[in-house]
């Protein structure tokens, strides 16, 4: 608006154009000097078949973008849910698996502690039969 001020100015001083055309070239920057003043706030502006939308187009592009990054976000909410869903499953295997091993394990251990009490029965039997060998010989010589 200042250009305005100044070529108005300049055009009145130091030209010979007429006045009503320096008023319509004062006018013309003054109109264009708003638009750049006011340029987020207008909607539109329609004169004589000539249509400016500025901030409308942009605010829906921009909504536009946001919708697919909320429908991205959506999707990926998705995957990780399933991925912690199997996450869960498969905790759920691991810990039963883990189970049946403790349980193998006592298992296995109460089966070796069996067999170390039977070795340890078959060798006082040995024992016993070996004395009683031993005692038969003696009493038939």
């Known amino acids: ?6 070529l108005t100015t300049y055009l009145t001083l130091f030209t010979r ?24 706030r207008i909607t539109g502006l329609k004169y004589k078949g000539l249509e400016i939308q500025t901030v409308t187009e942009k605010a829906i592009k921009d909504a536009q973008e946001i919708e697919k990054i909320l429908d991205e976000v959506r999707i990926q909410k998705q995957t990780l849910d399933l991925i912690l ?5 498969t905790h759920s295997r691991i810990t ?5 091993v403790l349980n193998k394990g006592k298992d296995i251990e109460k089966l070796s502690m069996d067999v170390e009490e039977q070795i340890e029965h078959l060798e006082r039997r040995i024992k016993d039969v070996d004395t009683g060998v031993f005692a038969k ?3 038939l010589r």
Do not use: C, H, K, P
Request: glycine share 4%; no cysteine; net charge negative.
């Open 85 to 89: 869903r199997d996450l869960d499953q």
């Open 96 to 100: 039963g698996i883990e189970t049946q």
């Open 137 to 139: 010989i003696l009493a």
């Open 17 to 40: 154009i007429e006045v009503a055309r320096i008023s319509i070239i004062s006018l013309l920057f003054l109109f264009i000097g708003l638009i750049f003043a006011f340029y987020e």
């Open 1 to 6: 608006m200042f250009i305005d001020v100044v």
